[in-house]
Nanobody, 122 residues
């Protein structure tokens, strides 16, 4: 069983920065897809960014490209999301997710964290 635990959310002013962390445990993640999604009040959950554990290939949603950076620390089994130039529209609960199945990514990853709130004030 895979466990994902997020941390690092909080309240920040527009233009500020935050770094989210997702600590993973329970498996060897060498072949996993991992990434971040977010859900704002009244909206559907949306993809933010992902990283292939092997090779480190990344991709981003257009709304965050150039402002957010996803990275990983293999030794710590941790994925990070560095968020800069934050905007009020980035306010959401941010979830870490993972799967070992390419067919499930990013539509339906089977492992999720509990979520961490990010609030950006104007």
């Amino acid at each position: 069983q895979v466990q994902l635990v997020e941390s690092g959310g909080g309240l920040v002013q527009a233009g500020g920065s935050l770094r989210l962390s997702c600590a993973a445990s329970g498996r060897t993640f060498s072949s996993y897809f991992m990434g971040w999604f977010r859900q704002a009040p009244g909206k559907e959950r949306e993809f933010v960014a992902d990283i292939r554990w092997s090779g480190g290939i990344t991709s981003y949603a257009g709304s965050v490209k150039g402002r957010f950076t996803i990275s990983r620390d293999n030794a710590k089994n941790t994925v990070y999301l560095q968020m800069s130039s934050l905007k009020p529209e980035d306010t959401a609960v941010y979830y870490c997710a993972a799967t070992a199945s390419a067919s499930r990514w990013p539509r339906n990853p089977n492992y999720w964290g509990q979520g961490t709130q990010v609030t950006v004030s104007s």
